[in-house]
């Protein structure tokens, strides 16, 4: 039976007239807070479970918000263990998020974001992550723990005239949970399989009658689910610490101002991959994997990619830090409200990685340490009418990262890389050393806003625009040493060591700058159609700022850097959205509905060079892309009893037109074909590969054309423990179909489609909830994503999925 269909049915087994204590995912605060508008305040009083929001500064209802957006709660996320936002996308189908390690981590939502592959800071990220409204500039945020969150929100397209930092394809909007003047306190234990431990703990409660303060902390440890012989160690672990510290300040009613302060540290090793396959390329067929491997006797511990086997040699590493602080200051003036966000957050990243992902010491380090610091100001004006809203705001941002690159060749590189006399002398290439020294300064200013217009009580019309200034200067220096420590310089005489040093690194250096404004709009009317129904339908034109090619510049067929490729062009985008949003059975069940489509021009796409070391990959603006599709969300809390949810998405994410894209690795490798020849068939060992490939009409990476998810939970009275309470049994799943893990679609590439499920059954009371877990219940094998090794020797591995875990956690909440 399909995996999918099997979760199905089992889900359907909690379909029944009994009930739950909240739905696992899409579900909102079940308190207001004072400032919401008089539509959320009046579902409030009908409801006990109504979603607050503030998607659109200001706290309303989500179903009155006429965009496309996914809520997920607090508990929910504690409930389904997703604790962080590379977990999340199990709960929001059209939300995609793949993760090599924190660095190279792609958040993306409907296919759209950011290019698929090694990361570059010269751009910027197409999804923006915000907590307590500050802008995370790197994305490495999404691997860390969520600390004290009181909910997530999933806004899916274009967020420009709301938000402080353009994002072309959505945000993430998290909202920890705030000091209060009542005492708090909540501890939370979960053990599991794996040597899982992971703790949790706030506490919050006035200092005086206007001050008040919240401090929370988490920690995660997990064994590694892949074994590594070589070392005797499990790698790819978990192993996240965060602290959280708010100081609330309210000398009036009218006036707060909170204090914010976290740091969190990662230090596993990690992120290792394992054998999966290999495939022909255009390679001779003694300079491809098989056997090139044969020559130097090696075999790989497993072919077996779900054995969980690696012998990888590099040394493993992930450090990774990120904190900051922040002062918001919240002044009521009456009809409106100001708010000021002042912010500054730090992010220290040291890698360690295996860059050939061999037993062989062909790469023996390629290690990229970086430190960010950015500085957020942002000023907004919300204010509220009886026919006009609007939101007013201007935002600042400035940030600089510095990167210390060493990229090293080892014992086995001359065999791997090399052909004839040099490839038997292991001297050519071991010890050869690229050192790269780069910085990036990126500033931006932007004012904004939106208006919202109650032309009858049943028609808004919200138009919103952007002017927006980037600027972007960086700096890159690579120097090249032998094994005997001398420098290298390029180019050297044909058939020389020195010009087969050259073929793997070359020295380089290259300053690019970039200046650019950009104006932006959308508008959106919105329509009631009944009482519970909305109708809304959005255009939105905006943009992807300027980047530059941090990492390097391509060359020409002299070994000299192509200048011109220093920066690449804004995106264009023309978004495109029509919704329904509806309530029904006495508001206790809701139903939403989304058509889009966004055509992006000059699209910044990630371009892989096939050599080993000339580059990790630079940027390069395709043609055009387009993602369209459909969305729909249901939930239904029939009584005290029971809840369930159901959400789904169909996206078609495409290349539009792409016709000079990097060939995959089946057409890579061989001779360049030359005028008048035909490339060879793919897969042709010593065939003639084509300079470049046209991948119009194929699908983007990373995306699956269908992604489902699901959940129920049912309860019944139960006494245990001495207390009165519920006994609940809950069961949540996911779907997704089939992906490319390539930049350019390829025959070795495709991820399969897989679903998971997870079960959860417990006791809880007031202050009190036991249960116990089952996730991956099925102990499906599915990859995260797959990887191209370099030099187009048709190796291909990856990183495999979670296997079956289960555990326990207990809750105690005062």
């Not at 570059?120 to 990220?125: A, K, M, N, V």
């Not at 369209?628 to 949810?645: H, N, T, V």
Request: net charge neutral; glycine share 10%.
């Amino acid at each position: 039976m399909h995996p999918f269909v099997r979760s199905i049915l089992l889900a359907s087994v909690f379909a029944l007239p009994a009930t739950a204590h909240a739905a696992p995912a899409d579900n909102g605060s079940e308190a207001a807070a004072p400032e919401q508008d008089g539509e959320a305040a009046r579902a409030t009083r009908e409801s006990s479970d109504v979603i607050i929001v503030t998607a659109r500064r200001r706290q309303e209802t989500a179903q009155s918000v006429p965009l496309a957006i996914s809520v997920i709660r607090g508990d929910s996320i504690e409930a389904t263990g997703n604790f962080n936002v590379v977990k999340l996308q199990t709960l929001a189908p059209t939300l995609q998020v793949y993760t090599s390690n924190p660095r190279n981590t792609a958040v993306n939502i409907r296919g759209l974001g950011v290019p698929f592959g090694l990361t570059s800071d010269g751009f910027e990220q197409g999804v923006g992550i915000y907590v307590d409204d500050v802008y995370n500039a790197r994305v490495a945020a999404a691997t860390f723990d969520f600390l004290d969150v009181e909910q997530v929100e999933v806004l899916r397209g274009p967020q420009g005239s709301l938000y402080g930092k353009n994002t072309t394809a959505g945000a993430i909007n998290i909202t920890t949970n705030q000091p209060s003047f009542d005492f708090e306190a909540r501890a939370e234990l979960t053990m599991g399989n794996l040597d899982f431990t992971q703790a949790k703990a706030a506490v919050s409660g006035p200092l005086s009658d206007t001050v008040a303060v919240r401090l929370a902390g988490a920690f995660t440890d997990r064994r590694g689910t892949i074994y590594n012989v070589t070392t005797r160690q499990y790698i790819n672990e978990q192993d996240n610490r965060g602290l959280r510290a708010q100081l609330l300040w309210k000398p009036s009613d009218d006036l707060s101002i909170t204090l914010s302060g976290d740091y969190s540290v990662q230090n596993p090793e990690c992120c290792g991959t394992v054998f999966v396959r290999t495939g022909l390329t255009q390679r001779a067929l003694a300079r491809q994997y098989e056997a090139l491997a044969a020559l130097q006797n090696y075999q790989v511990v497993s072919r077996d990619p779900f054995a969980r086997l690696t012998d990888i040699d590099a040394p493993l590493n992930a450090g990774n830090k990120i904190g900051g602080v922040s002062a918001r200051v919240k002044w009521d003036l009456g009809d409106g409200t100001l708010t000021s966000i002042t912010a500054w957050r730090f992010w220290d990243w040291k890698p360690e990685n295996d860059r050939d992902f061999t037993g062989l010491s062909i790469v023996s380090a390629s290690n990229n340490p970086s430190q960010q610091d950015q500085y957020s100001q942002e000023f907004r004006y919300n204010y509220s009418g009886d026919r006009l809203d609007f939101v007013l705001g201007l935002f600042g941002f400035h940030q600089r990262i510095d990167t210390q690159g060493l990229e090293q060749q080892g014992v086995n590189a001359s065999r791997w890389n090399l052909t004839g006399a040099l490839a038997l002398n292991p001297a050519v290439l071991s010890g050869l050393t690229a050192r790269n020294t780069q910085y990036l300064k990126s500033t931006s200013a932007a004012l904004f806003g939106q208006v919202s217009w109650k032309v009858t009580d049943q028609l808004t019309v919200q138009p919103g625009l952007r002017i927006n200034y980037d600027k972007k200067s960086g700096f890159y220096q690579r120097v090249v040493t032998t094994g005997a420590g001398t420098v290298l310089t390029c180019p050297q005489p044909a058939g020389s060591i020195g010009a087969a040093q050259c073929g793997v690194y070359q020295p380089q250096l290259s300053a690019p700058s970039v200046a650019d404004w950009n104006f932006s709009y959308d508008l959106n009317v919105n329509y009631k159609l009944a009482r519970d129904v909305l109708a809304y339908a959005t255009y939105a034109k905006s943009f992807k700022t300027v980047g530059i090619n941090q990492n390097g510049l391509p060359t020409d067929a002299a070994g000299n850097p192509i200048l011109s490729a220093g920066t690449i062009r804004p995106e264009s985008v023309n978004h495109f959205e029509v919704g329904l949003k509806t309530q029904f059975w006495d508001r206790k069940a809701t139903f939403n509905l989304t058509a889009f489509l966004t055509d992006i021009s000059d699209y910044q796409a990630t371009v892989t060079n096939g050599q080993l070391g000339v580059l990790r990959g630079y940027l390069a603006n395709a043609g055009k892309v387009r993602s369209q599709g459909l969305e729909a969300d249901f939930k239904i809390r029939a009584s005290e009893r029971f809840s369930a949810y159901a959400n789904g998405a169909y996206t078609d994410a495409k290349y539009a037109r792409f016709v000079d894209a990097p060939c995959p690795p089946e057409l890579s490798g061989g001779a360049t074909v030359g005028a008048g020849q035909t490339p060879s068939a793919p897969g042709t060992p010593g065939g003639l590969s084509p300079a470049n490939c046209d991948i119009s009409g194929q699908r983007l990476p990373g995306v699956s054309k269908w992604a489902f998810s699901y959940g129920a939970e049912a309860n019944a009275p139960f006494l245990a423990f001495g207390k009165e309470g519920q006994l609940y049994l809950g069961v949540d799943g996911s779907y997704r179909s089939d992906f490319s893990s390539n930049p350019s679609p390829s025959i070795y590439t495709n991820v399969d489609g897989y679903a998971l499920t997870n079960l959860r059954a417990g006791f809880r009371s007031d202050g009190f909830d036991l249960y116990g877990w089952v996730r991956n219940v099925f102990d499906v094998g599915y990859f995260d994503l797959l990887q191209v090794a370099p030099s187009n020797v048709g190796l291909v591995v990856g990183q495999p999925g979670d296997p079956r875990t289960f555990g326990a956690t207990l809750k105690l909440t005062l």
